[in-house]
């Protein structure tokens, strides 16, 4: 048993200035630390800038910010950063569920490879959203002022390239993406590393799970109800999956089996989060322990979101701090059981 933190950033301006403020916080910490003994010393800078400039030209200032107030070079700071050209990692689990009414999911993985940390950040020229990092530019998870809510998916490394990490590929989503439509056409065209599921859902109702290999994307609808999980459906990219995909598909029978039991956003939230669940694990030491869960009620523009072992819930309205209201909150604390 150990203790388990997330820091929370309230970060609002240029996207400049809301890398450089991510970077003086994240300054010289073991997370960097970290980054830098998985992560290549250089990647290919015109080629990942051009897939920005292409999708997210505003990310390309967030990282001029970062390297500034991390004291780094540009181009150690894009190879750190980025979310492109990112060397294999190993495998994580994530369950998802939507509804018309609410999203909410859980990621599962080790604490050492975790940025423990949650950014509420409204850019100038972007969309405001709110979620985990993942490799600090990217996100796990969360949701824009829009009410375009998005979590990843690991599947597998079938076919794996250069190209843009899911982390990153959701953060550009959410600051550009204001419905669904959008955000699986920008899915279909971002060249990804490799083989992941995005779960997606819009304050419309509308839902879908995104089906992104290197080389195919498929897109699965959901009507009123829809699971995600860790492995392909498509039958054009079920080759893909990994060889032993039991686990995923024991948690998906379990989703599905909570369609009838028409649980409130509230009462799903619990569930996820109780550390008795069917879709809550300790499994740490083998990368596959739940880290936090997150939620959205799209009608209540409300997230309900804690961490492992934590009797701390973060309650966020968030068009009132699109508006402009500070959270009070600085840090989430719980406890992670192995």
Request: contains cysteine; negative net charge.
């Amino acid at each position: 048993m150990s203790n388990f933190y997330v820091s929370i950033f309230q970060i609002r301006g240029s996207s400049y200035h809301i890398g450089l403020e991510t970077g003086v916080k994240l300054r010289n910490t073991t997370f960097v630390n970290t980054l830098e003994s998985i992560t290549k010393q250089e990647i290919d800078l015109p080629n990942m800038k051009s897939i920005y400039s292409t999708f997210a030209p505003h990310l390309l200032e967030e990282l001029d910010g970062l390297a500034q107030g991390s004291g780094i070079s540009e181009t150690r700071a894009s190879a750190l950063f980025s979310g492109y050209d990112v060397p294999k990692t190993e495998s994580m689990g994530c369950s998802s569920l939507l509804t018309k009414d609410y999203y909410v999911r859980n990621y599962d993985f080790s604490p050492a490879l975790y940025d423990g940390v949650f950014s509420l950040v409204q850019p100038d020229h972007a969309f405001a959203s709110a979620g985990y990092n993942l490799q600090v530019l990217g996100r796990h998870d969360g949701v824009n002022e829009q009410g375009l809510v998005a979590g990843l998916h690991f599947v597998s490394h079938h076919g794996y390239r250069k190209g843009v990490s899911p982390w990153a590929a959701i953060r550009m989503i959410l600051d550009t993406c204001s419905s669904l439509k959008e955000a699986v056409a920008m899915l279909k065209e971002i060249p990804h590393s490799a083989c992941y599921n995005f779960s997606l859902g819009d304050r419309n109702g509308n839902m879908a799970e995104v089906e992104a290999s290197p080389d195919k994307v498929r897109v699965r609808y959901g009507d009123s109800f829809l699971s995600c999980v860790n492995h392909f459906q498509d039958d054009h990219l079920k080759r893909n999956n990994r060889r032993s995909i039991e686990g995923s598909l024991q948690r998906n029978k379990h989703l599905l089996s909570l369609k009838d039991k028409q649980l409130s956003h509230h009462q799903m939230f619990q569930h996820f989060k109780n550390m008795d669940s069917p879709v809550f694990f300790t499994d740490y030491e083998n990368l596959f322990g739940t880290l936090h869960t997150f939620s959205y009620s799209y009608q209540e523009a409300r997230i309900l979101t804690t961490i492992a072992g934590s009797k701390q819930v973060l309650d966020v309205d968030v068009q009132e701090w699109a508006n402009g209201e500070d959270i009070c909150e600085k840090k989430l604390s719980g406890i992670i059981v192995t």
